[in-house]
């Protein structure tokens, strides 16, 4: 897609240097790039393992892929968008939306395209990062990872699946060649990709079947075209685009009681579903199968207003017996009954509690971050580790929101991080949490934890932990919270080393000063 | 609510019943919540409770109107200080009034100063003006004659555009029935039509927030400002909302009042809160 070609990678095999490497060029990746290029007094590099920016809206292009969170609050408060198309942009209007930012803000010529990072050590000796990649080698003497928690897909363990002789693909990993129409298709998982597949793929199977494991709680999706004039509005008075963004904010941050199990929070929005659900379901029988056995929030809400309409369909059946094994013809029913398929779309989800770059990166003892979080993720401030000097986790622990953007999130890592790098730079220093002070925060997380939805709502979600039972992927308290907290950095709760290669002259010792 | 206690206090002749998410949690910071003209604790304070009750200890109570005759503010003053006494012993809490609420609030501050950490003032006024007074004629001749369309005036002017336009046709009937099935306004009602209680701002003491809405049909915005301006010891915020606050931004309403009452001198005499955008 980018012409790499013009870049120097590794002059003569040896290794680049820079002082902020970045992975990733998603949503994060992207964001925290810009801010660097516009503060503009750090040279920085991103890695990015595909041949294009974007992230999981680059990855996930399946029919129907669009935002469940509206798109004025989905994107960048630093780059605000006036031409939304609709409420719930489509996934090439938001692909297209973080194509532009890399090239509109200058961050292509930063971006070396299809790397793989496959390892990142932090070298004592010279306090550096080195990150080796499928093609070079860097040196930095900031990393931060951006690598996503949506971003390797996650395969259900059902015996047989290699087995299987039709198509098969996930959901992230759609394979647009294949042509579905007319075809015997299974879709497995009801997640947030299930729910806006199954409507899109139901038009044009001959026979659909969606496996079913446990039922989602689904709401009404209130998405409107934007009209000329809407987005004239926003384009000519952004302080409109600006108060709509604020009020999707706080709407979203008022929904937080509803993790906390209050039960008038629970009440209006358990009704919500339930009515949304007897509306478009009338069939007694179906409408029990769709019906969801845990608390609301437990898992991820959906949105959607076709999905329910969907499984009405003559060619679509919904299948809650559950698999036993699947076989080079199709899906084998735990009643043995057989479900023939041509293409099977596997749409469980991503590698979320336990991150697949978490293996590559090394701390200073040599260990690597997910030896670290064997017992679950955690971070200091929800972005810096233990062990790991002068590297920062974007979307890392802790991070994740039931109900709320992202974006939010990331732009507050963002700033953060911006004054980490700011503050290792200004005083040549290296910089790494406390161990006392990485236990007591996590410990306030798992505090704020207890109570919740999440843990006691009676599911199984990507929310935790497998082996702790631990919540260690969303954030557990107000999105504004997390601001509050994690919005600004301070040397405070971090060892603070003098970095061991800088000039001795002019730096006065650091250590200590935590 | 979930674990929320409920009790009485007497009231000269009066029972008034409130909410405690805390019993005797001697530790905690108490927060003292009063409700509005069309509202009870639960009406009112639905969302705004809990989100407090994960930090503070917190208080709401009902309010009860007299059974004839114009209600003087000391007869609701009363009732306030008998719940704060009763449940806070000799602990200073933090009073936030809203609306109605924030009238009585207010003169509570000024009358009985010893009892308070702090005031949390949201979309309260000084003196009722001529805008009020012809909306609350309008309201009065919809009511006596028994309207049908006094629920949705009152939804109306309750609510900014936003909030309104992000509702489907069964919500905003829903909200018109919750009015007209609501507590009775009409005392409360005739009580803010003759509020002025300019003269006695001056003797508010104790640190100070005012919440003004700036999309309020109801408490027009510069009543908050005049507030701000009348007591010495105040900060100002204010939210994009109308007059229900504490139905379309709870939450935002939330975090200003947990940053003040965690600190209530933390931002000085004369503050004006920079709006956070998301």
Known sequence: MHDSSKIDRSQGGMPVKTEVLIIGSGFSGLGMAVALKREGKRDFIVLERASDVGGTWRDNTYPGAACDIQSHLYSYSFRPNPEWSRVYAPQPEILEYLRATARDEGIIPHVRFDETVVDASWDPAESEWRVKTSSGEYRALALVSAAGHLSDPSYPDIAGLASFQGEIFHSARWDHAYEPAGKRIGVIGTGASAIQIVPELARVADHLTVFQRSAPYVIPRRDHVYSPAEKGLFARFPEAAQDLRDELFWGNESRFPQRRQVPAFIEQITELALNHLKNQVPDDALREKLTPSYAIGCKRILLSNDYYPTLMRPNVSLQTTGISHIDPHGVV????ERVDLDLLVVATGFEATELPIAQVIHGSDGQSLAANWEAGGQAYACTTVSGFPNFFMMLGPNTGLGAGSM????????????????????NAACIDPCPQAQRDYVESIYR?????????GGC???????????????????????RKENGSFSPGGYRVDARVSAEPAGQQALVGQA | MKNVYDGKAAAGGLQVS????????????IIVLLHGTGGSAQNNFWALFPMLAMRHRVIALDFIDPESG???ADHYVEQADAVIRHVALDKAVHLVGYSFGAVIAALYAARRRSCLASLTLVAGWVKTDT??????????????SGHEALGSFSVLTSFSQAFLNSKNEAE???LVRSVETGPDRSRKMEFNKNVDIGDELADIQVPSLVVGCLQDQMVPIRHSRMLFGAIADCRYAEVVSGHGIVHERPSELFTLIDMFVRDPKGMPAGHVVKNSHA
């Open chain 1, 448 to 456: 704020r934890s207890a109570g919740s939805v999440w843990i006691e």
């Open chain 1, 333 to 336: 029913l735990k009643n043995q």
């Open chain 1, 407 to 426: 974006i939010f999130m990331i732009e507050t890592q963002i700033n953060y991080i911006r004054e980490g790098i700011g503050f290792i730079f200004d």
């Open chain 2, 70 to 72: 114009c209600p003087e």
């Open chain 1, 460 to 482: 199984s979600s990507w929310y935790l932990h497998p082996s702790s039972g631990k919540l260690t992927t969303l954030w557990p308290d107000f999105m504004s919270q997390f």
């Open chain 2, 131 to 144: 805008q009020q007074k012809l909306r609350n004629s309008i309201w009065r001749s919809l009511y006596e």
């Open chain 2, 18 to 29: 409130y909410y405690d998410s805390d019993p005797g949690n001697t530790q905690a910071e």
């Open chain 2, 172 to 174: 905003i009937e829903g």
